[in-house]
């Protein structure tokens, strides 16, 4: 078991440009979630999956942000023209739905992402 | 909106020193709370958790408390150790199955543990 992957584990972007970020949940594991952290600040919830079908997707996923999860496994999040304030870690989490527990939601290292 | 608070954003202690590290809740239908440990550069790591039915839970060196009357989360700590240092954040669910997973995380407590 190698836990919540998460790549990159930083980038440094021009503003404009786009990012993607990609995380890989642990095996079997049918939920999986992204979330924002800036400094200072806990994680806010992004969006999250039930396999490959997106749930739910917060208000703070502009237009500019995509998520995706083709194949139910892995994970994308997409930032088209990144702007400064999108700078902050990007976390993925993952869990099964059949369990309701607090420890069986698994968190990544995070993305850290830079706009300049 | 509904949030979850701390009171205190920082706390130094001594090693071996007991910590409590405090939350406020505003959400009443909140059905699930999560103490979590940050380290820096790392993701969030579950401590222990609680259900609104109980008052109180047991791990090992920690104690979760929780007041529903007055909305208060705590986490303690006990004998700490400078391994302890972190941030710490207190997170919920609200009720309703679909909705499990998505947490909603309060700001957070520095602890720093003095040899």
């Known amino acids: 078991d190698t836990g919540v992957s998460q790549n990159p584990r930083h980038k440094i972007t021009k503003r404009g440009q786009n990012v993607t970020f990609r995380c890989d949940p642990i095996?079997?594991?049918?939920?999986l979630y992204w979330y924002r952290q800036t400094l200072g600040q806990g994680p806010e919830f992004l969006t999250y999956?039930?396999?490959?079908?997106?749930?739910?997707k917060s208000r703070l996923l502009s237009d500019r942000f995509s998520a995706e999860r083709p194949k139910g496994s892995f994970s994308t999040l997409e930032i088209q023209r990144t702007e400064q304030g999108d700078s902050a870690m990007y976390l993925c989490?993952?869990?099964?739905?059949?369990?309701?527990?607090?420890?069986?939601?698994?968190f990544g290292e995070g993305s850290w992402l830079t706009v300049v | 909106g509904e949030s979850v608070g701390l009171h205190l954003p920082t706390l130094s202690v001594q090693e071996g020193d007991n910590s409590i590290i405090n939350c406020a809740y505003s959400n009443s239908a909140s059905d699930y709370f999560i103490w979590y440990k940050q380290e820096s550069g790392k993701g969030p790591q579950f401590i222990i958790d609680?259900?609104?039915?109980?008052d109180k839970r047991q791990g090992q060196r920690v104690t979760v408390l929780l007041n529903k009357t007055v909305k208060h989360l705590s986490l303690q700590i006990a004998a700490t150790q400078p391994g302890d240092s972190a941030v710490y954040f207190c997170a919920e669910i609200p009720a309703g199955g679909t909705s499990y997973g998505k947490l909603t995380f309060g700001q957070g407590t520095i602890l720093t543990v003095h040899p």
């Open positions: 989490a993952s869990s099964l739905l059949a369990s309701f527990s607090g420890n069986t939601i698994y």
């Open positions: 999956f039930q396999n490959e079908a997106q749930l739910e």
């Open positions: 095996s079997e594991h049918n939920r």
């Open positions: 609680i259900r609104s039915n109980m």
